[in-house]
């Protein structure tokens, strides 16, 4: 078993940034994949980024070229770096071990 913490969320502009982290209650390295999903008021919750082993990674359509998604096995965290953010990036993200064990979630809005 394994308990998520994620933080980082905030308020952002369109076209700014923010980077996602996700600390977990035990050591990753055994975890063989991480994911980070969104989930919009009315709507399902979906994939954003996952990887695979150390460095294997995949995006949804919707993210690829902004996002990127990284472990560091060292600090039990994984990590969603976002960049030129739009409006319809706004959700609240999970992260996601093994398929598995969900995080509580943060909040990304992105307004002017």
């Known amino acids: 078993q394994v308990q998520l913490v994620e933080s980082g969320g905030g308020l952002v502009q369109p076209g700014g940034s923010l980077r996602l982290s996700c600390v977990a209650s035990?050591?990753?390295?055994?975890?063989?994949?991480m994911g980070w999903y969104r989930q919009a008021p009315g709507k399902q919750r979906e994939l954003v980024a996952e990887?695979?082993?150390?460095?294997?990674?995949s995006y949804s359509d919707s993210v690829k070229g902004r996002f990127t998604i990284s472990r560091d096995n060292a600090k039990n965290t994984v990590y969603l770096q976002m960049n030129s953010l739009k409006p319809e990036d706004t959700a609240v993200y999970y992260c996601?071990?093994?398929?598995?064990?969900w995080g509580q979630g943060t909040q990304v809005t992105v307004s002017s």
């Open positions: 996601l071990a093994n398929r598995h064990y």
């Open positions: 035990r050591s990753i390295s055994s975890i063989y994949n």
């Open positions: 990887i695979v082993g150390y460095d294997s990674t």
